[in-house]
C-alpha cells in the first residue's frame, strides 16, 4: 500500500508539472492527499475484481494495477493509451485489471455496479464489484437507485464514498443534508461504516470486511472514507472558496507520511528500504512519462473508429 | 406462415433468445406480468425471476445496471415501460451506454438491447405518446431500429439481442395488436437493409412503424387514381440503408417521407437531407414532409387526433409531389 500511495503521488505531482507546461491538454482533478483511499479500497481486491471510478480517477487506476505507461500516455492524448486518446484524464479505463472506467458524470457508477454484481452473481464467480464515487455525487439520485437496487438483490458490491468535503467548490455542509453519508446505508438495510480516509489502514480494514461480505454473498456495503484534497477541484482552480488552513491542516495529516510513520514504528520500513521503494516508483513513473512523451499522437480519421463493433463509421 | 400479432412475435423472439443463450435476460418494470403491453408475459414461468427481473421504478438503476452487467458478460434487454420515461435514464443511455466502447479505446462492448414501447393513441397524454426515435439517432454510438410489422419485429429484435452494440429498438404501441405472417423458421433481419413494403413506380413514400401502414392505406387509396406507389421501411435509422432507399427514389423519382414524431429536427429532415445528397439529379419534385406538429401530444380525443398524421396526410402530400 505504502508503494501504491507513493507511485499515485509521483505520477499526480509529474502529471501536475507536465500540465503546467502544456504537455498535457484538456482538465486533470488530481488526488494528491487522498491516496489513502486508492489504496486501502484496492488492497483487498484480485486482478480480476472490478472496479468503478469517479473523474478524480487516476489513484483509483494505479491502485488497482493499470499500466502506468497507459495511464501517462492517454493523459498525453497518444495513440498508446489505454483509450487510444479517446477518453483522456476523465474517462480512462484499463478494462485488462477490470477498472471500468472514471467516469464524467457523478454518480453514475452507483446504478452501473448493481449490474456488475449481478453478472457477478449469474456467472456464479466470487468477483467484487466496487463504486468510488464522491459526496457530492451521493446527493444524485442513481446513488440512492443504485444502493436500492443492490441491496434488493444482494448482489456483491462495495460502495465507497471518498468525502473530501468538497463537492467542487460547493461546501459539504451546504450540499449535503444529515451529516453522514455512511448513515444513508442504515435505509437500505446495509451496513455503513465512516472510516479517516488518510489512514491506508483503516480504510483497508473496514474494505477488507465489506468484500468478504460481498464475496460470502452477504451484500452490498457503504463505506465513507473521509479524507482531504489538497489541491483544487482541477488544475488551476484558484479554490477562493476555502482557507489555506484547510490544505495545511491535511497535509499534516498526509496519508502518506503517516503510514510511512506507522510501518517505521512497527519495524516494517526503514530510511533504505524507503529509499529503495522511492527510486522504483520514481523510475516507474520516469518510464512512463518517457513512454507518453515518445508515442505517437493519433492519426486524425482514428477518431472514426471505436464507435461500433460491426460498423467502422461514424454514422 | 403462421399469422401473429407484433406483441407476440416480440415475445417469441424474447423466447428463442432466451433459449438459445443463457447470458439474455429481461429487465424492466412489471415485466413478469408483462404489463402493460404483453410483451415479456409468461417469460418467468419458463426462465424464472432471476432472468425475467421485475425491478423497482428507478430507470436509472435498471438501464445502468443493464451496462454495468452487459459489460462484464451477460446480455440484457430492458424494457422502457414507455419511451417517455427514459428522460429519467438519459445519462444512462446518452452518457454511459452509446460513450463506453468509445471512449475506452474499443475496451469493452456493451451488448445492450434497450425495448422503447413509444407512440400515439388512446388518449394517454403527455408522458406516455411520444414518438422520441429522433433524439437516438442524434446520439452516436447506438444502433436505433423500428419494425412495422410483426415479422420484422421479431427479426430486428433477435438480431438487436445478438448485436455487440447497445441497439434500441422502437415499437409503435399502436402496433401490439396488428397481425401478420412470420416465418415458422427462426429469421433474422439485419440491421441497415431496408425493405420495399409495395412496389411502385411513381413515388417513394419512405415510412416508419405506423406510418407503414398508413402510407400503405394510402397507396390503397390513390391506386384507383392511376398513381402508383411504392412503400419503403428503413426498418433500422442507424445504420441506415443508404443505397436501398436512394435505388427506390432513383426509380420513383419522387420522395413522400411520413414519421409520426414531431417535424423539426426530426428523422424524417435526416432523411430527407440522406436523399438529396445521393439523389438530388433524380429528383423531379421537392421531397414532401408528412410528420406530427411541434407539440407534446394532448390528452382530449380531437386535441389527439389533430397531432396524429395518419393515411390522409400522406394522400395529400403524394398529390402535391405527383401533380
Redesign the interface.
Known amino acids: 500500500m505504502y508503494a501504491t500511495m507513493l507511485r499515485i503521488r509521483r505520477a499526480e505531482e509529474r502529471a501536475r508539472e507536465l500540465y503546467a507546461a502544456g504537455r498535457i491538454p484538456g482538465f486533470i482533478h488530481l488526488s494528491i492527499g487522498q491516496e489513502a483511499v486508492a489504496a486501502g479500497v484496492c488492497a483487498p481486491l484480485q486482478r480480476d475484481d472490478?472496479l468503478?471510478s469517479t473523474h478524480r480517477g487516476h489513484g483509483h487506476l494505479i491502485a488497482k494495477g493499470g499500466s502506468l505507461r497507459g495511464f501517462m500516455a492517454e493523459l498525453y492524448g497518444k495513440a498508446t493509451?489505454?483509450?487510444?486518446?479517446?477518453?483522456g484524464s476523465m474517462?480512462i479505463?484499463?478494462?485488462?485489471v477490470g477498472y471500468?472506467?472514471a467516469?464524467?458524470?457523478l454518480t453514475?457508477g452507483?446504478?452501473?455496479?448493481?449490474?456488475?454484481?449481478?453478472?457477478?452473481q449469474?456467472?456464479g464467480t466470487d468477483q467484487v464489484?466496487v463504486t468510488i464515487f464522491g459526496d457530492g455525487a451521493a446527493n444524485r439520485?442513481?446513488f440512492h437507485?443504485?444502493v436500492?437496487?443492490a441491496a434488493?438483490w444482494k448482489v456483491p458490491v462495495v460502495f465507497v464514498c471518498e468525502n473530501n468535503f468538497w463537492a467542487s467548490t460547493t461546501a459539504h455542509d451546504l450540499s449535503t443534508a444529515g451529516g453522514s453519508i455512511a448513515a444513508r446505508a442504515a435505509g437500505y438495510g446495509i451496513p455503513g461504516a465512516t472510516v479517516d480516509g488518510n489512514d491506508a489502514l483503516a480504510v483497508y480494514l473496514a474494505m477488507e470486511s465489506a468484500v468478504a461480505r460481498a464475496r460470502a454473498g452477504e451484500g452490498p456495503s457503504l463505506i465513507e472514507a473521509r479524507t482531504v484534497r489538497f489541491m483544487g477541484h482541477f488544475e488551476g482552480d484558484p479554490q477562493g472558496y476555502r482557507s489555506r488552513g484547510e490544505v495545511e491542516g491535511g497535509r499534516q495529516r498526509d496519508p502518506i507520511a503517516r503510514l510511512r510513520a506507522h510501518l517505521e514504528e512497527a519495524k516494517l520500513l526503514d530510511a533504505a528500504h524507503a529509499a529503495r521503494v522511492a527510486a522504483a516508483v520514481e523510475a516507474e513513473v520516469q518510464d512512463a512519462v518517457d513512454f507518453a512523451e515518445s508515442s505517437p499522437l493519433p492519426a486524425p480519421e482514428d477518431a472514426l473508429?471505436?464507435?461500433?463493433?460491426?460498423?467502422p463509421w461514424?454514422? | 406462415m403462421p399469422v401473429l400479432d407484433f406483441g407476440d412475435a416480440l415475445n417469441l423472439a424474447l423466447r428463442e433468445e432466451m433459449r438459445r443463450d443463457p447470458?439474455v435476460?429481461c429487465i424492466g418494470e412489471d415485466i413478469v406480468l408483462g404489463v402493460p403491453f404483453g410483451v415479456t408475459k409468461g417469460l418467468a414461468e419458463e426462465f424464472g425471476p432471476?432472468r425475467v427481473r421485475n425491478?423497482?421504478i428507478?430507470e436509472?438503476?435498471i438501464?445502468?445496471?443493464?451496462?454495468?452487467?452487459?459489460?462484464?458478460?451477460?446480455v440484457?434487454v430492458v424494457d422502457m415501460h414507455f419511451a417517455d420515461f427514459v428522460t429519467c435514464a438519459m445519462?444512462?443511455v446518452a452518457?454511459?451506454i452509446a460513450?463506453?466502447?468509445?471512449?475506452?479505446?474499443?475496451?469493452?462492448?456493451c451488448p445492450l438491447t434497450l425495448r422503447m414501447p413509444y407512440g400515439i393513441g388512446k388518449s394517454a397524454g403527455g408522458h406516455h405518446s411520444n414518438s422520441v426515435e429522433a433524439w437516438f439517432v442524434n446520439i452516436?454510438?447506438l444502433?436505433v431500429c423500428i419494425p412495422s410489422t410483426p415479422a420484422d419485429a421479431r427479426g430486428l429484435l433477435k438480431t438487436a439481442i445478438r448485436?455487440?452494440?447497445p441497439v434500441l429498438i422502437f415499437e409503435h404501441r399502436g402496433l401490439y395488436r396488428v397481425t401478420g405472417e412470420v416465418p415458422e423458421a427462426e429469421t433474422l433481419v439485419p440491421l441497415?437493409l431496408a425493405d420495399v413494403k409495395r412496389r411502385g413506380i411513381d413515388v417513394t413514400v419512405i415510412a416508419t412503424a405506423r406510418m407503414v401502414g398508413e402510407s400503405l392505406a394510402a397507396a390503397d387509396r390513390l391506386a384507383g387514381e392511376g398513381i402508383s406507389v411504392e412503400v419503403v421501411d428503413p426498418r433500422s435509422l442507424?445504420?441506415?440503408d443508404r443505397e436501398g432507399l436512394a435505388a427506390s427514389v432513383r426509380k420513383t423519382h419522387r420522395v413522400v417521407i411520413a414519421e409520426e414524431g414531431p417535424m423539426r429536427g426530426s428523422v424524417g429532415a435526416w432523411l430527407a437531407w440522406v436523399i438529396m445528397e445521393a439523389c438530388f439529379d433524380d429528383l423531379d419534385a421537392p421531397i414532401a414532409r408528412v410528420a406530427g406538429p411541434n407539440i407534446p401530444i394532448p390528452f382530449s380525443p380531437p386535441l389527439e387526433a389533430f397531432a396524429t398524421p395518419g393515411a390522409a396526410d400522406v394522400v395529400d402530400a403524394i398529390r402535391r409531389v405527383v401533380k
Do not use: W
Not at chain 1, 93 to 96: C, G
Not at chain 2, 63 to 74: F, N, P, Q
Not at chain 2, 99 to 109: E, L, P, T, V
Open positions: 472490478y468503478l493509451g489505454c483509450c487510444k486518446g479517446k477518453g474517462h479505463a484499463d478494462a485488462s471500468l472506467g467516469n464524467g458524470v453514475s452507483c446504478v452501473l455496479a448493481p449490474g456488475v454484481g449481478q453478472s457477478i449469474m456467472r464489484a439520485g442513481p437507485e443504485g436500492n437496487l434488493l473508429q471505436d464507435l461500433f463493433v460491426h460498423y461514424s454514422d | 447470458r435476460y432471476a425491478a423497482p428507478s436509472a438503476a438501464v445502468g445496471s443493464a451496462m454495468g452487467a452487459a459489460i462484464t458478460g451477460l440484457p445519462d444512462e452518457n454511459q460513450k463506453s466502447r468509445y471512449m475506452f479505446g474499443g475496451q469493452i462492448s452516436p454510438g444502433k448485436d455487440p452494440d441497415g442507424v445504420p441506415l
